[in-house]
């Protein structure tokens, strides 16, 4: 039995320490900010091209209707009737199809969407 108290003496403390977990302390994490590219187009590097609206022009006749008129013939002593021709006129007009665009392209000719001002924000 004294063999038991013995292994019991040398092993107690083995699993007393064995429960006991040390901790490394915490190594603190160094974050590094990734560098900013720029992905827009500085707004002095691209040119700016109108491409004008497609319109679609006529002309349309305007007629006004005139209401005829009588007057008295003192040679027939009758009432003639007159009938006063409409009164017509030629209106141009103008109708936009597609409006007029601004685009700005690059050197390569390409359109250019996402520009950058000068002082480095976006419109």
């Known amino acids: 039995m004294k063999f038991i108290y013995n292994r019991a003496a ?3 403390p083995l699993f007393i320490l ?3 977990a040390t901790t490394e302390p915490e190594v603190p994490v160094v974050v590094i900010a990734p560098t900013i590219e720029q992905q827009c187009i500085p707004i002095n590097t691209v040119r700016k091209v109108v491409i004008p609206a497609v319109t679609k022009s006529g002309f349309s006749i305007v007629s006004i209707e005139s ?5 008295f013939d003192p040679d027939t002593k009758k009432w003639v009737t007159i009938k006063i021709p409409p009164i017509e006129r030629k209106e141009p007009w103008t109708k936009v199809i597609t409006p007029e665009q601004i685009i700005y392209v690059d050197q390569n000719n390409k359109e250019v969407t996402d520009i950058c001002e000068l002082n480095g924000s976006t419109p």
């Open 18 to 20: 064995g429960a006991c």
């Open 10 to 12: 040398i092993l107690a």
């Open 67 to 71: 209401e005829d008129e009588m007057y």
